[in-house]
């Protein structure tokens, strides 16, 4: 197992450069007084695919060499990685695959075929993505670019730290959204070097908590089939994500459906931008351990802001 380096985080960042927005950081003095911090948050739902996983994407298609290119690439995900990845392949001019849940919402589909992406869909759950993945690869040939358990993918999410911390001149702590943990991994990476006193906490659903489960534990916990609203937060830990999760996370909070529909109606009124259900799950976790980070500088990375203005989570089923 390869561990990404600083200098790869560094290497990806001049990569993807000519192809990725240098996301603006946002503040509220509304949010800042009601959570007694202040609160630093990096718009990666600005991104052209509105998501930040465009930055790791980016880096796996143009770190291919022409052979590999030529057969392209492909995934599985829940909506965004597939997106960001049908993006950067159609900047490079090569073919994209994915495998996508059935039950992905409309406009994450949308999105992946506008970009040029080709869609399998399957069953809701982790086996059966893999399956159906499995399938696919063996027919097209594509490199797998892994939604977040690969070396070039943490390199690219690591650059958001970095941007992060530059933009701010320094914070105490930075909180992202987990699943399987590509952008904590990233902000692992990046920080443990670039700002080594700064705390990096992990924000995850209640109702899909393996990652907080695993951390308690000290060992993996996987759940199949989690249901929550944060539909992008929905796959577990792998190990090359669990190597920066168990080494270098200073603590992971959870918050329920009630709470993380909350906080996005909060951002959304407050910091005036689109943010999708699993982009407010740190802003939940902060209002809900208040203590915890009151006093304190801190970084909030909004993921991503592709949602379904059809089917928003407050609206009668």
Known sequence: MYIPTYDDMLA?????????RRTPV????????????????????????????????????????????????????SGNHASCLSYAARLRGIPCNVVMPRTAPQAKKDTVRRYGGVITECEPSTSSREETFARVQAETGGDFVHPYNDPRVIAGQGTCARELWEQTGGMDAVVAPIGGGGMISGTCLTLSTLAPDCQVIAAEPEQADDAYRSFKAGHIIADDAPKTIADGLLV????????????????????????????????WKHLRVVMEPSSAVPLAVILKNR??????????????GNVDLDRLPWMPA
């Not at 990666?44 to 291919?64: I, M």
């Open 12 to 20: 990806a960042h001049d990569r993807i450069a000519p192809h990725i």
């Open 291 to 304: 203590a915890a980070f009151a006093g304190k500088r801190v970084g909030v990375i909004i993921t991503g």
């Open 26 to 77: 946002r503040t509220s003095d509304y949010l800042n007084e009601l959570t007694g911090a202040e609160l630093f948050f990096k718009c990666e739902n600005f991104q052209e695919p509105g998501a930040f996983k465009v930055r790791g994407a980016t880096n796996a298609v143009f770190g291919l060499d022409a052979d590999q290119a030529a057969r392209g690439v492909a995934t599985h995900s």
């Open 236 to 267: 577990p830990l792998k190990d090359l994500t669990w190597h920066f999760v168990s080494n270098h996370v200073t603590e992971i909070y959870t918050a329920s459906d009630a709470e993380i529909i909350e906080a996005m109606k909060l951002t």
